[in-house]
């Protein structure tokens, strides 16, 4: 069983700073790309941010020049330092991993996390 928790989420005012970090868990062999995904009311869930077992990244557009992603393989841990923030940054961001378990390591699966609220707000 894997699992992946979340923390970092909260308030902050227009222009402030957050950092969500998210660590998986439980029975891995390998994590593979890692990534943020948000998704505010009435909207879709959007990729924020991803990156590659390897440290090459993707980022939206919406959020370039002022977050960044990074991760710690020997941790199986990711992190996401947003800067800048907006009210449209606002929503529940979800941690996803691709991860082969220790019982099937030749078949990465997608996980996610629980989910973590970030409201930018005055």
């Known amino acids: 069983q894997v699992q992946l928790v979340e923390s970092g989420g909260g308030l902050v005012q227009p222009g402030g700073s957050l950092r969500l970090s998210c660590v998986g868990s439980g029975s891995i062999f390998r994590v593979y790309t890692m990534g943020w995904y948000r998704q505010a009311p009435g909207k879709q869930r959007e990729l924020v941010a991803r990156?590659?077992?390897?440290?090459?990244?993707n980022y939206a557009d919406s959020i370039k020049g002022r977050f960044i992603i990074f991760r710690d393989n020997a941790k199986n841990t990711v992190h996401l330092q947003m800067n800048s923030l907006k009210p449209e940054d606002t929503a529940v961001y979800y941690c996803?991993?691709?991860?082969?378990?220790?019982?099937?390591?030749?078949?990465?699966?997608?996980?996610w996390g629980q989910g973590t609220q970030v409201t930018v707000s005055s």
């Open positions: 996803n991993a691709l991860i082969a378990t220790i019982t099937a390591p030749t078949v990465p699966d997608a996980y």
């Open positions: 990156v590659a077992i390897g440290g090459s990244t």
